[in-house]
């Protein structure tokens, strides 16, 4: 094995013998071929003695996506790391500005696969307040209760994706049960499994129906005890709690300063919560806690962000609980025109989505399409946290923070 | 809407402030000079009756005319958002304060940023491109990047906003690119 012993500011050139190898067997060079367009990128790419790169991705299985990482490693330890995006990148901001107020659900639905009526909700709700409509109260809890759902599933899948970053195969086969009858449930009013494209601008565009509502009974009835099993599943094995415990720990003010949301905000001890913090849609009338972890000085650590997304699927269980008692009678969609032309102006809406805040800042010049809509996705602001909490761990620890902080690249690269 | 913090900030960044203090549904929008954001900013953050201390999004905007960065924040304080617009950036040479000092997480943001509209935020360490590739040399969210859209040129093109607006130049009947008041 060759280590890498260039001067610093030398980098490789097209020409380089050792690049023309990695080119022959198809992989990536660690070292881009072009100068550096920042200090930062310079520092970055040159290396010390005793250091060398190695690239971990774009097909990387626990990177969760197309994410490429160029690690510079000391022996086994990471001295410092450079996230690659940009391999999802489709331009969905873009698109948005030429399709109308409509067809944007659609086109923001498979950002963020995984919770993918999170995506349409933020914009939704934008676009209501561009247009000063009101939601009936039905929309609203059927909202909710859909969302609430797809929370659960998607911290179920967080769960067994943890174990498997970590080789553990079995609890991914447990998470995978509960997402599909989860998606199951919802395809019965959607019609999709995935990317459900079910809000509309002012309500939902299908009422709840039998098959739902039975599948949901039949599920609910045994949720709760289904999760506390998945829990007793991999709480207890030791491998699992001393790989996470201790490692990638970020304290209150770190978090707040590296605009983290979600899950990974309140494990390091911030109670800040968009339900609670911006109360929008029925939330207020709901009775359902903020789960914090990682109260101390030291903050929260990869166990407290396992373990705090797991006290959330308590919470959603609960909302879902009231939202089935609740649920009032009436109309599921506001009366609004085909073609919508909001007056000009602007409107910020934001939810909380599994992963943290999902906003859209939209932007109405009086046409059907909007003239700009900011998409503001959680795990790309999540993501940057990788690079602070890596350095001086070892190159195993980079799957466990990861998975902690848990990225879908869909959102990430827009 | 928070009239209280309507209040404050009236009284606390009168000299600073390029308008009014828009208030709707639960935003409260403030209108500053790009030349101001880091003080306004400083303030925001630091001042115990203000306190906002995260940075909920950062967003570039083109109107068409001159450039803006759009801020939005949270504090404990109040029940609103709050909206900073920094406004009458030129379009030939965006050029703003950067925020890593007070939010180290705004460093990917502005890079999206710079990456879409060309902004160029001064004192981020690591203003490179975050999605497209490295030699790609235009800012696609800019209103007058080309689409390629064929239906731009077909017999029908024109009927809507895209294919008007998006047309290369020297196209006979190219009408002038969007616009908006924001």
Redo the contacts between chains.
């Keep these: 094995m060759t280590t890498f012993t260039d001067p610093i500011g030398q980098h490789a050139s097209a020409d380089d013998p050792r690049i023309m190898l990695d080119n022959q067997i198809g992989a990536f060079e660690a070292v881009p071929p072009y100068p550096p367009r920042t200090e930062r990128e310079a520092e970055f790419y040159s290396l010390r003695d005793g250091e060398m790169f190695i690239n971990m991705g774009p097909q990387h299985p626990s990177t969760h996506g197309v994410l490429r990482v160029v690690l510079k490693i000391n022996g086994e330890q990471v001295v410092d790391l450079d996230p690659v995006l940009g391999y999802l990148h489709r331009g969905v901001e873009k698109l948005c500005e030429t399709s109308d107020y409509h067809h944007v659900i659609s086109q923001v639905d498979p950002l963020e696969y995984v919770s993918s009526l999170f995506n349409e909700w933020a914009p939704v709700m934008a676009f209501e307040k561009l247009l000063d409509v009101e939601v009936p109260r039905r929309a609203e809890y059927i909202r909710v209760l859909t969302g609430e759902l797809l929370r659960i599933s998607s911290h179920a899948l967080f769960q067994g994706w943890m174990a498997l970053d970590l080789g553990g195969l079995t609890p991914i086969l447990y998470s995978f049960i509960e997402r599909d009858e989860i998606v199951e449930m919802l395809a019965a009013i959607t019609g999709q499994r995935m990317l459900f494209n079910y809000f509309r601008i002012g309500g939902v565009n299908g009422d709840l129906n039998h098959e739902f509502m039975s599948r949901l009974g039949d599920w609910m009835s045994r949720a709760a005890k289904q999760h506390e099993a998945n829990i007793g599943l991999l709480n207890e094995n030791e491998i699992f709690v001393r790989r996470m415990r201790g490692i990638g720990k970020v304290d209150k003010d770190t978090a707040l300063r590296m605009a983290v949301t979600g899950p990974n905000l309140r494990a390091s001890g911030v109670a800040y919560d968009v339900r609670r913090a911006h109360p929008y849609s029925v939330y207020p009338e709901l009775d359902f806690d903020i789960p914090v972890r990682g109260r101390g000085p030291e903050g929260g650590d990869s166990l407290d962000r396992y373990l705090l997304r797991l006290d959330e699927v308590r919470e959603s269980l609960r909302i879902i609980d009231q939202c089935l008692h609740a649920m009032p009678d009436g109309p599921i969609m506001a009366r609004l025109p085909r073609l919508l032309r909001p007056r000009p102006g602007r409107a910020w809406a934001a939810v909380e989505a599994p992963r943290g805040l999902y906003g859209t800042y939209a932007i109405s010049d009086g046409t059907d399409q909007p003239f700009r809509m900011k998409i503001h996705d959680p795990s790309f602001v999540n993501l940057q946290l990788v690079g602070m909490l890596m350095r001086g761990n070892l190159i195993a620890d980079t799957m466990a923070v990861m998975a902690s902080l848990d990225p879908v690249m869909g959102g990430i690269d827009k | 809407m928070d009239r209280t913090l309507r209040a404050r900030l009236e009284k606390r960044f009168a000299d600073r402030m390029s308008g009014p203090v828009r208030q709707?549904?639960?935003?409260t929008?403030i209108r500053i000079g790009a030349a101001d954001l880091t003080e306004v900013m400083t303030a925001l953050h630091d001042e115990p009756d203000l306190e906002f201390?995260?940075?909920?999004?950062l967003?570039?905007?083109?109107t068409g005319d001159h450039m803006q960065v759009?801020y939005?924040l949270?504090s404990?304080r109040t029940?609103d958002?709050l909206?900073v617009i920094a406004d009458g950036l030129p379009r030939d040479n965006p050029r703003i304060a950067t925020l890593t000092g007070?939010?180290?997480?705004?460093?990917?943001?502005e890079r999206?940023t710079y990456d879409?509209f060309g902004i160029i935020f001064e004192g981020n360490?690591?203003?490179?491109?975050?999605?497209?590739?490295?030699?790609y040399t235009s800012f696609?969210?800019r209103k007058d990047?080309y689409?390629p859209d064929d239906a731009a040129r077909s017999p029908g093109g024109g009927v809507?906003?895209?294919e008007r607006t998006?047309v290369p130049t020297g196209t006979p009947g190219r009408v002038a690119r969007?616009?908006?008041?924001?």
Excluded: C, N, S
């Design positions: 709707r549904h639960d935003t929008e201390v995260l940075l909920a999004d967003a570039g905007v083109d759009v939005h949270w404990a029940p958002w909206r007070l939010w180290p997480g705004a460093e990917w943001m999206e879409m360490r690591d203003l490179r491109r975050i999605y497209m590739p490295p030699d696609p969210l990047f689409l809507r906003h895209m998006h969007r616009t908006v008041k924001a």
